[in-house]
T-cell receptor, first 114, second 112 residues
Framework: KQEVTQIPAALSVPEGENLVLNCSFT??????LQWFRQDPGKGLTSLLL?????REQTSGRLNASLDKSSGRSTLYIAASQPGDSATYLC?????????????FGQGTILTVHP | EAQVTQNPRYLITVTGKKLTVTCSQN?????MSWYRQDPGLGLRQIYY???????DKGDVPEGYKVSRKEKRNFPLILESPSPNQTSLYFC???????????FGEGSRLTVL
């Protein structure tokens, strides 16, 4: 059974810092890996999706990498802003006969203070 | 506007009273899925559907039913709700292959 772990559970940084959020998964036979953002009381918004054949994806100040062999993904946020404060979740999409199953990590609560 | 719509957004009910949470998407997505979010346990997948009439269990399907008679709708049915089903529920959809998930705003359910 896939297990996804996110470290750290919470992170507080001053505005302008570059930061890295970590996601690890136990079963490397994934179809894809997604990063989401969740604001309080809201649904999830997809940030970046990395297919299993890819190594990284970039969108603006966000960069996500994937290393299937080591079971790790990182989300890099450059020049953080207070508006980046939210919970960030990663999710591993299963492949093969379990295609469609999605396993989430518990999330990293990010606070960026001015 | 592309969206996933869930109803109701908030519901308080009593043990044993059947209820349905509806989910509708307007993006012609084949894939739809349901999740529950609980403090300390995170988001867990309940059921998913790869297309019309094709559904499969996620990690926590006990006590729930789903149906996929139309592409746009994927209702979640609680035949006999119990207090341990008190949770925040999310519906999501995507195109298979691209996999980018679009989430609804969530439905907060309380079972007394």
């Amino acid at each position: 059974k896939q297990e996804v772990t996110q470290i750290p559970a919470a992170l507080s940084v001053p505005e302008g810092e570059n930061l890295v959020l970590n996601c690890s998964f136990t079963d490397s036979a994934i179809y894809n890996l997604q990063w989401f953002r969740q604001d309080p009381g809201k649904g999830l918004t997809s940030l970046l999706l990395i297919q299993s054949s890819q190594r990284e994806q970039t969108s603006g100040r966000l960069n996500a990498s994937l290393d299937k062999s080591s079971g790790r993904s990182t989300l890099y946020i450059a020049a953080s802003q207070p508006g980046d404060s939210a919970t960030y979740l990663c999710a591993a999409g299963a492949g093969g006969t379990s295609y469609g199953k999605l396993t989430f990590g518990q999330g990293t609560i990010l606070t960026v203070h001015p | 506007e592309a969206q996933v719509t869930q109803n109701p957004r908030y519901l308080i009910t009593v043990t044993g009273k059947k209820l349905t949470v509806t989910c509708s998407q307007n993006m012609n997505h084949e894939y739809m899925s349901w999740y529950r979010q609980d403090p300390g346990l995170g988001l867990r997948q309940i059921y998913y559907s790869m297309n019309v009439e094709v559904t499969d269990k996620g990690d926590v399907p006990e006590g729930y039913k789903v149906s996929r008679k139309e592409k746009r709708n994927f209702p979640l049915i609680l035949e006999s709700p119990s207090p341990n089903q008190t949770s925040l529920y999310f519906c999501a959809s995507s195109f298979p292959g691209t996999g980018e998930l679009f989430f609804g705003e969530g439905s907060r359910l309380t079972v007394l």
